[in-house]
């Protein structure tokens, strides 16, 4: 086929075994069905490709684009042991309706170009489920998103997040592991709004010094989500959390603890990590609707708040009661754990709650039922 400078819409897939060519700078191709691919023996150069709005593209072989490829719909490289490219010295456009999926480790490594434009509304999406992926840092995204299985880790801080508009600006941990390492993930703050979510199962890791991303309005954790704070000294911010995990990146480690009372829907926990010791002093109440597991070389002091718990306690590390009440609520709970359960106030709210015979338990203040 030779195209001329004319747009030839094509609503199937479009399979080049033979010889494709373009003869005329305009010349532009829009794929505007539903559900097509770009495949065949040929690797395919276009001049304009157009991914049409409603439009879902998978690409099974590598083809270039040398001037233009605008992603109005979604734009997926299908997964494959050598990552398909789309190469050539065209810019790549995001529309607000468009999504464009990264399946290979890096964003590189599937798209060549060196201009890339994500407009407001867009969305990046790294969808792997057969490798880890590194996260390009040098983007200003207006919607991360985190998808498939693995783990995606920051290459360095991102590029302040879109905030255009009040929509603009959104990380969504959909599933698998966003690990920050000991990056940053901000949102800009020229127009207030965009959000963070993780979903249920899903995981977000928070490393370094730092603590939860910034200048979100929106945040939505899961009941059965994970934040971990896994890197060194650092400030756990007061968010309705799923899982809420304290370890350390490398030696002993303090964690500074909301000053707002806040809800953990699922389990406490504290490991030591690739670290020595974990410690953390609660600063406010917490209502803890599923299980404290304090892990060994880590420390839990109760501050002078109530905390609420109604799953298990497991002490293998240390608990220190200081001023605290501690409610249990949780019928059919139990409490064990080879640590130091020092406990201050405690009050048994409901019945059948055990203690495992090898756990000794102390109480400084007072024990009601």
């Known amino acids: 086929i030779s195209h001329r400078g004319v747009t030839l819409t094509v609503k199937g897939n479009w399979i080049n075994n033979g010889t494709y060519s373009t003869t005329s700078t305009s ?34 072989v590598n083809f270039s684009v040398s001037a233009a490829f605008n992603v109005n719909g979604i734009f997926i490289p299908a997964e494959n042991t050598t990552p398909y490219l789309v190469s050539g010295a065209g810019s790549l456009t995001v529309s607000a309706t468009g999504t464009l999926h990264v399946k290979a480790a890096t964003f590189s490594a599937n798209y060549g170009m060196t201009t890339i434009a994500l407009n407001a509304g867009s969305t990046v999406d790294y969808s ?11 983007l200003t995204y207006s919607t991360l998103r985190i ?33 920050l390492s000991t990056f940053t993930a901000n949102r800009g703050t020229t127009v207030i709004g965009g959000s963070i979510s993780v979903a249920n199962n899903a995981t977000l890791r928070i490393g370094g ?19 971990e704070y896994y890197g060194l000294a650092q400030a ?49 109440n917490m209502q803890i609707d599923g299980n404290v597991n304090i892990g060994a070389a880590t420390t839990f002091n109760g ?17 220190t009661g200081a001023a605290s009440t501690v409610n249990f609520g949780g019928p059919g709970s139990t409490l064990s754990g080879t640590g130091a359960h020092n406990f201050n106030n405690v009050n048994i709210l409901v019945t059948n709650i055990t203690a495992a015979a090898n756990t000794a338990i102390t109480i400084a203040g007072n024990l009601a039922t």
């Open 128 to 138: 792997a489920t057969l490798t880890n992926q590194t996260v390009r840092n040098n």
């Open 209 to 227: 010094s730092n603590t939860f991303p910034a200048n979100y309005t929106s945040h939505s954790l899961s009941l059965t989500s994970t934040v």
């Open 303 to 319: 501050g002078s708040f109530t905390h609420e718990v109604d799953g298990n306690w497991v002490i293998n590390g240390t608990f």
């Open 236 to 284: 756990v911010t007061p968010e309705s959390y799923g899982n809420l995990t304290l370890s350390a990146s490398s030696g002993a480690v303090v964690k500074t603890m909301p000053s707002t009372d806040f809800f953990i829907y699922g389990n406490l926990t504290s490991t030591i990590g690739s670290g020595t010791g974990v410690s953390f002093t609660a600063a406010s």
């Open 27 to 60: 010349s532009k191709t829009t794929l505007a069905g539903t559900s097509q691919s770009i495949g065949g023996t040929t690797a395919s150069a276009f001049r304009r490709l157009t991914i049409g709005a409603g439009s879902t593209v998978t690409q099974n």
């Open 147 to 179: 998808s498939g299985a693995m783990v995606k880790t920051l290459g360095g801080n991102l590029n302040l997040l879109n905030s255009t508009t009040t929509a603009a600006g959104r990380i969504d941990v959909a599933a698998g592991t966003l690990d």
